[in-house]
């Protein structure tokens, strides 16, 4: 029967004797994942399992070891403690098999070796080596299972001696005879400390260069830590402005569609009055054709005219009160008119025709009365109802107008919540070159063959074909665009105003007081005080963007391609105002582009 058993004092047990311990009594290896029965042994899970399985077939179950019997399949239960010694014994013996040289005459059990013998070519156990140290002219050296690089490959003799000369290792006839004879030799130990000491003095130099690089490797890291931290906190910022954005977006969609809303409003409100009136007017006419036709069906003469010249009359009445063509005896035969239709027709009809006995006189007023009526219902057609006037339409104008000013406050408001302005740029006519033209709305400058009629002025560049602009930069986080129309040659950037106006020290980039981006048609540089650099990139896009951080000494141009292409960089202290500067050739044409309000 086998049980773990520990000795009394486990310092004095040997690696064999407690892997013997910590082996499986059915597989013959260290447990793997032990699980004990309840008589107490120890198995390795997948073996246990196995040979339970094959007894259950039998029709009962024991345990290998003791053969005690269980009823029922027995629980496996998990050696926590079991395990755990077997992985600590395991990682402090990594690869026995491989690595370790064990003892030769050890031959029952694998022993470690703690020397080996040159002479005999073999490993000593403790126990074997104390038998081995009599014979005191053998060579022992630390455990190898190796001999051949331990020994001369020529006279087969231990390798005592080191050549610095030759820098090789010599046994004794190598010293003797042969190429090395007569070389200054040394003994192998003495020359391996040697080597130690020099190996030690090189690493006290490597050191140094290793502490300088650790540093460089750690301010890197930190480099590369802040980085991410910054690239988070932008990727923050950038959600939370496009956040904004997308309300302003939203903001700017309902401020559009108000408008279109209340033109809409407006004018179907003009509509539906000037339909209502017109109604009104049907209506009426209605009513003038209805008592015309029935006039047209009387066929007594003295009726038709009769009637004729009372309707019209009363028609006249109704069309142009207190007017010429008609009469009204007071307030109430007016609105008794209005509301009953033609009934005040047959009422004024009898009185007239009560006081008016004699036929001649009533012929005579008809006939007056249907001359008047006519001129009445001539002047009711032409006189217009009312039509739309030629603005009653959508304004598209407005309307495009409140939707770019919403875009424009979207654009200035992302600018600033980025911390940078957006200038309103505008180029000085007086510092112009007399050969460069300025548009009327101080944006653009073009090369001119013809001179610009100017005035005098201190200011203006009398060598080269330049412009600056009104105002300058002392302060703050600027950007700005210029579109190239990329025809003969350009130059954009920022210049001090105490720039020369005369002689070569004019020239943008030629002095230390401007910095220039020079655009050719297929070249594209940088320049400042002289110092001239190519850049690896052609001009392909004509608008370009230039960025300047004063405090930070920054001033940046990029290529407003897709995608945006970082140019060049300059990085100055800078002591004056900042001046846009243009300069134009060939006939270019640069302008500076309006993103928003200043």
Known sequence: ???????????????????????????????????????????????????????????????????????????????????????????????????????????????????????????????HLTAHNKTVDHIL??????????KCSLHKKALEYYCPQDAACLCVSCCLVGEHRGHQVELVAEASEKKKKELREYLDELNPQNAEIQARIKNLQDSKRKIQEKASDKRK??????????????????????????????????????????????????KKMCHVEEMCRVTDPIRLLQESGITVSSLEGDEDTGGDGGEVSSEEDMEVG????????????????????DPMIVLQKSDQEDSCCGQSMVAQEEAPVGDLDETTDLDEVLISLTLHRSMRDIITNVMSELGVHVPNI?????????????????????????KQERPESPGR????????????????RHYWEVEWDQIGECSIGLSYPSIEREGEQSWIGL??????????????????????????VKPTCPTLGVFLDYEAGRLSFYELCDPIRHLHTFTASFTEPLHVILYVYKGASVTIRSLGRD
Not at 240 to 268: D, P, T, W, Y
Not at 461 to 476: A, H, I, P
């Open 511 to 536: 002095n230390n007081k401007s910095w220039s981006l020079d655009m050719y048609a297929t070249l594209c540089q940088v320049l400042h005080n002289s110092n001239e650099l190519t850049l690896s």
């Open 237 to 286: 910022n950038i959600s939370k402005i496009f956040m904004n954005v997308k309300k302003q977006l939203e903001m700017a969609e309902n401020k559009g569609l108000s408008e279109v809303s209340r033109q809409e409003e407006h004018i179907m409100s003009q509509i539906s009055h000037l339909i209502k009136k017109l109604e009104i007017k049907e209506d009426e006419l209605f």
């Open 1 to 127: 029967m086998k049980s773990l058993q520990f000795p009394l004092f486990p310092t004095t047990m040997t690696s064999v004797e407690l892997m013997d311990e910590l082996n499986c009594s059915i597989c013959l290896s260290l447990y793997t994942d032990p699980v004990s029965l309840r008589c107490g042994h120890n198995f390795c899970r997948s073996c246990i399992v196995s040979v339970l399985d094959a007894q259950e077939a039998a029709g009962g179950y024991s345990c290998p070891d003791c053969r005690a019997e269980y009823p029922e399949r027995p629980t496996l239960e998990k050696n926590r403690k079991l395990g755990n010694i077997v992985e600590h014994f395991s990682s402090t013996q990594p690869d026995m098999e491989e690595t370790r040289v064990f003892c030769t005459y050890c031959t029952k059990f694998p022993v470690s070796a703690v020397k080996s013998c040159l002479h005999c070519e073999t490993s000593l156990c403790d126990d």
């Open 461 to 476: 560049f009398v060598s080269c074909s330049q412009v600056l602009s009104r105002c300058g930069f002392s302060s703050g």
């Open 426 to 450: 505008l180029l000085d006519v007086d510092t112009a070159y007399r050969r460069v033209k300025i548009s009327e709305d101080l944006k653009t400058a073009a090369q001119s063959k013809q």
């Open 141 to 150: 050296i630390e455990p190898t299972g190796s001999f051949g690089y331990k």
């Open 338 to 357: 209005q509301d009953s239709g033609h009934a005040d027709v047959h009422v004024s009809d009898t009185k007239e025709q009560d006081n008016m006995t």
